[in-house]
């Protein structure tokens, strides 16, 4: 809707090809990253945050995992933000933004309690070294 009112109502804002560009490739970059941390787990990915270990589940800190701690989810929030940009919306790249944001700071949590629990010490010590990924989203706090 948004796109459909602001070009007709302000056809040069969805003229903006640089604009346009650095979208396309906040788009490319997050898809890349978000498949190459796919692939690094293997086995290890799943959609659904696990309550229950495998046997074959390892933590992984190799590839993209040695840079962020959630590529997946880096790769998630740049790629909604990047359609926004690529679009000239500027409403909905702040309402993607916020959204975006604000579930993965949740969904970090979440899976951050599961990851301590299957790994204990060595995920901490993971955790020390190697961020997020996402702005001001630092995962679960830890009292020692």
Known sequence: ??????????????????????????VIIGEGLRKAAMLTAGSNFNHIVQN??????????????????????????????????????????????LASWRFFRERIEEEEITLIKFFGEEYLEYKKCVPTGLPFIHGLKVEL
């Not at 302000?10 to 346009?20: A, G, H, I, R």
């Not at 270990?53 to 997946?72: M, Q």
């Open 1 to 26: 809707i948004e796109f459909t009112v602001e070009k007709f109502m302000f056809p040069e804002v969805k003229q903006m090809t640089l604009v346009s560009v650095i979208g396309l490739v906040m």
């Open 52 to 97: 229950e270990k495998s046997e074959s589940h390892v933590l992984v800190k190799n590839g993209v995992y040695a840079w962020f701690r959630h590529p997946s989810y880096v790769g998630w929030f740049y790629w909604s933000i990047g359609t926004q940009v690529m679009l000239c919306n500027p409403l909905c790249m702040i309402g993607y933004t």
